[in-house]
């Protein structure tokens, strides 16, 4: 699946309502037709491509991304505002519409304060200011025997990789200090 496919279509449902069935009927809000209008429709997906790529692509190169924003914007507010989707679904895809679209891709607006490592919380904004501060990941409070400590950029640097779960190769474990491998190590 190419980056620009997993926006809407990441839509969750339940089997009461599916997502299909969400997509259909806020296509159909936006487009001002009856909330009926794709209900036998087969491929909701390649409706919205048919319908929303060709108004991108008649528009000025340097107006795209406003375009796109713009129908994100109707989309989101029809989706919030519509009485033929049950509140549930709402709630189950609130954060759905934390995704911008910008270029042919879309970036994630991510406010949360911790990322995860392993299997627990690290406050994302003092790690990259140098010091290591782990949290639970049920309630946040600070592991039991784990005190918040200054790392070295290199510590920092390996924490990120496993973040992102990339492979921390010997150069990354060859760079760090007899010191530095100690505290990342057996320091708890």
């Known amino acids: 699946m190419r980056k620009t496919d997993r926006n809407l279509w990441v839509f969750k449902g339940t089997q009461k309502f599916t997502a299909i069935t969400a997509k259909k009927k806020i296509?159909?809000?936006?487009?001002?037709?009856?909330?009926?209008?794709?209900?036998?429709?087969?491929?909701?997906?390649?409706?919205?491509?048919?319908?929303?790529?060709?108004?991108?692509?008649?528009?000025e190169d340097e107006d795209k991304r406003e375009v796109r924003l713009q129908l994100q914007y109707r989309i989101k507010e029809s989706f919030e505002t519509s009485l033929n989707i049950p509140e549930s679904i709402k709630d189950l895809n609130s954060?759905?519409?934390?995704?911008?679209?910008?270029?042919?891709?879309?970036?994630?607006?991510?406010?949360?304060?911790?990322?995860?490592?392993?299997?627990?919380?690290?406050?994302?904004?003092?790690?990259?200011?140098?010091?290591?501060?782990?949290?639970?990941?049920?309630?946040?409070?600070?592991?039991?025997?784990?005190?918040?400590?200054?790392?070295?950029?290199?510590?920092k640097h390996i924490l990120l990789k496993l973040n992102e779960n990339q492979p921390i190769g010997f150069n990354d474990v060859d760079k760090l200090s007899e010191t530095e491998k100690n505290q990342f190590l057996y320091d708890r």
């Not at 270029?103 to 911790?114: A, E, K, L, R, S």
């Not at 003092?126 to 946040?140: A, D, Y």
């Open 27 to 59: 296509l159909s809000e936006v487009l001002n037709k009856p909330h009926n209008t794709y209900s036998f429709t087969k491929n909701i997906n390649d409706i919205y491509k048919k319908v929303f790529i060709p108004i991108i692509e008649k528009t």
């Open 95 to 155: 954060k759905l519409f934390d995704i911008k679209i910008v270029g042919t891709g879309y970036g994630v607006v991510n406010n949360d304060p911790y990322i995860n490592i392993g299997k627990y919380l690290v406050h994302k904004h003092h790690l990259l200011g140098g010091k290591l501060q782990v949290r639970s990941p049920v309630n946040h409070n600070q592991i039991h025997g784990f005190k918040s400590q200054n790392i070295t950029n290199n510590i």
